[in-house]
């Protein structure tokens, strides 16, 4: 005696595929978007302005394995490597009375010692505004606007928009996500001569320690406070191994 | 499902059929429930947890929705609970056996029975359970008749005794583990605060000259050097 149809199941497997299709392609956009806060349906926009919540934490570098193996199991399937070289840029602004309001813009790519390979010329230009001083949220709100561009000659443009470099660094690691948090892992090197990337880095840390970042995006004037909570809750389910927090990095 | 009209051959009717059609959507669910949870694992890998196990909990929630209607006789609308008296003194009998495919038949039961006949209706309507689950309970039947009553007695205790045993020791072992973690920190809140300085104000690796305030550290190894104007790594100049 069947204890179950063949041909029933087999209908049921069918419409799934199908609906696991329509699920996939809606799924990637979303990661896409997620990563990089920029929503790649709006093809008439240059740049995406929205709000970032993200918390720091440090882990060394002994225990990476096992933090992987954390975040195997708490996040989607899967991770993204990335070798990327940021850059920070600083308009200079008002006379010498005014104290450091000075603009300041990341531009960002992927770090390749080919000079022509077909990203070398797509650029992720930032700027990260000022976190809003707020005690009672757990994390780190700030606005971002974020842009792609594509340019052969970036160094010349910036150069002549008055923008002068602060200070770069090259940043490799992982980028897993859950939902719409993403969790960044980073291993930060510093360069000894701004310019040349081809002896070895040195690492910014000096204890040997990579940066974990968790983050999400929200839409600008957004009411924040249920994601924060959300986020802060996602960020503790990394305890003990690493300890996310609101460093306040723009205080002086 | 359309059924045909018992009525004339039947004393309670109306209870008759609503218990079963309760009793049909009840399993259809389940069984809906349990080709999905199918088709789910053979995802593998991919399988979404979280739908799973809430299948899972679904399931097991019709499968006692079931099992509780039984004490109504599978009638909603039933006041007192009867434990099943109604459907246990409906008697079944078989109006009709043919021989010949049944399309509608078939088409009601999803093609696992195609006729009513002579070899179909005994194996469905027998009341005897399956031999080998008699056998079993017979079984278990026969052993917990034999043993003397204060040697079941010694053993649930003995059952007892290990089972806190085996908890003592995991509470041990969890006490451990948070030790052991205390003991070799995996990050430094101070290496921390400098990382994300470093990133996002430049602290340590800017190459400007130092600013006017003083308090800031000034940045090291790049004082007193003039900064290239903004500096076109060497892979880009053409």
Same mark, same amino acid.
């Given at each position: 005696?069947l204890?179950?149809?063949? /041909?029933h =199941?087999?209908l049921?497997?069918?419409?799934? $595929? ?5 699920? $996939?392609?809606e ?7 997620r ?13 995406e302005?929205?709000l970032?919540?993200?918390?720091y934490g440090s882990l060394k570098?002994a225990?990476k394995?096992q ?6 199991? *708490?996040?989607d ?9 940021e850059?920070s840029?600083s308009l200079?602004?008002?006379?010498? %009375?005014?104290?450091? !309001?000075?603009?300041?813009?990341? *531009?960002?790519?992927?770090f390749?010692?080919?000079?022509f390979?077909?990203t070398?010329n ?14 009672h ?7 971002v606007?974020d842009s792609?561009?594509?340019s052969?000659?970036m160094?010349?443009?910036?150069k002549s928009?008055?923008?002068r470099?602060?200070?770069?660094? =090259?940043t490799?690691g992982?980028?897993y /996500? ?6 960044i892992v ?6 000894? +001569?701004?310019?040349k ?16 970042e968790?983050? +999400?995006?929200?839409p ?7 994601e924060?909570k959300m986020?802060?809750a996602f ?11 609101k ?6 | ?9 039947q004393?309670?009717?109306e209870?008759v059929?609503?218990?079963?059609t309760?009793? =049909?959507?009840?399993a ?5 429930i ?8 053979n995802q593998?890998?991919?399988?979404p ?7 899972? +909990?679904?399931?097991?929630?019709t499968f006692?929705q079931?099992? +509780?209607s039984?004490?109504? !006789? ?14 246990r003194?409906n008697v079944?009998?078989p ?6 495919p049944?399309?509608q ?7 696992r029975v ?11 309507l027998?009341?005897k359970g ?6 079993e309970e ?6 917990r ?6 040697l079941i007695n010694?053993?649930?205790?003995? %059952?007892?005794?290990?089972?806190d045993? *085996?908890?003592?020791q995991?509470?041990?072992l ?7 973690a205390? $003991? ?5 809140e101070e290496?921390t605060?400098k990382?994300?300085?470093?990133i ?5 690796i800017?190459i ?10 000034p940045p090291g190894?790049m004082?007193?050097?003039?900064p ?5 790594p ?5």
């Amino acid at each position: 005696m069947l204890l179950y149809s063949p /041909t029933h =199941i087999a209908l049921a497997a069918f419409k799934y $595929a199908l609906d696991a299709q329509a699920r $996939a392609v809606e799924l990637t956009r979303e990661f896409l978007q997620r990563i990089s806060g920029v929503d790649e349906t709006h093809h008439g926009k240059e740049y995406e302005s929205h709000l970032e919540l993200i918390l720091y934490g440090s882990l060394k570098e002994a225990y990476k394995e096992q933090f992987y193996a954390r975040l195997s199991g *708490l996040c989607d399937k899967g991770y993204r490597e990335f070798h990327e070289h940021e850059l920070s840029f600083s308009l200079k602004v008002g006379g010498p %009375m005014s104290m450091g !309001s000075d603009v300041t813009v990341r *531009l960002r790519r992927e770090f390749h010692s080919d000079a022509f390979h077909p990203t070398a010329n797509k650029w992720h230009m930032r700027y990260i505004g000022t976190p809003e001083p707020i005690a009672h949220c757990p994390v780190i709100v700030r606005k971002v606007i974020d842009s792609v561009v594509s340019s052969n000659n970036m160094m010349e443009f910036v150069k002549s928009l008055g923008l002068r470099m602060d200070y770069e660094y =090259i940043t490799k690691g992982r980028v897993y /996500t859950n939902g719409g948090f993403k969790v960044i892992v980073n291993d930060l090197r510093k360069t000894e +001569t701004p310019g040349k990337y081809e002896q070895g880095l040195k690492p910014i840390s000096t204890a040997e320690s990579l940066l974990i970042e968790v983050a +999400t995006s929200l839409p600008e004037s957004a009411d924040y406070d249920k994601e924060a909570k959300m986020l802060r809750a996602f960020a503790d389910q990394l305890r003990p191994l690493v300890k996310m927090e609101k460093i306040d990095y723009w205080k002086k | 499902m359309s059924y045909f009209d018992y009525s004339h051959f039947q004393n309670r009717p109306e209870e008759v059929k609503q218990s079963l059609t309760y009793m =049909i959507t009840k399993a259809s669910e389940a069984k809906r429930i349990i080709e999905d949870l199918i088709y789910l694992l053979n995802q593998e890998e991919s399988v979404p947890y979280p739908d799973m196990l809430e299948k899972f +909990t679904s399931v097991v929630s019709t499968f006692s929705q079931l099992q +509780t209607s039984f004490r109504r !006789s599978g009638i909603p609308t039933l006041s007192q609970e009867d434990h099943g008296l109604i459907l246990r003194t409906n008697v079944l009998v078989p109006q009709l056996l043919s021989l010949e495919p049944n399309p509608q038949l078939q088409e009601t039961l999803e093609n696992r029975v195609h006729s009513w006949n002579h070899e179909v209706a005994p194996v469905y309507l027998s009341t005897k359970g399956t031999p080998e689950i008699e056998n079993e309970e017979a079984a278990l039947e026969q052993e917990r008749q034999s043993k003397a009553h204060d040697l079941i007695n010694k053993q649930i205790s003995a %059952m007892n005794k290990h089972v806190d045993a *085996l908890v003592i020791q995991l509470q041990a072992l969890e006490k451990l583990a948070t030790n052991e973690a205390d $003991a070799k920190p995996t990050y430094s809140e101070e290496e921390t605060r400098k990382l994300v300085r470093a990133i996002m104000n430049g602290d340590t690796i800017s190459i400007r000259p130092a600013k006017v305030q003083p308090q800031n550290v000034p940045p090291g190894g790049m004082m007193g050097q003039q900064p290239p104007v903004p500096g076109m790594p060497p892979m880009m100049r053409r």
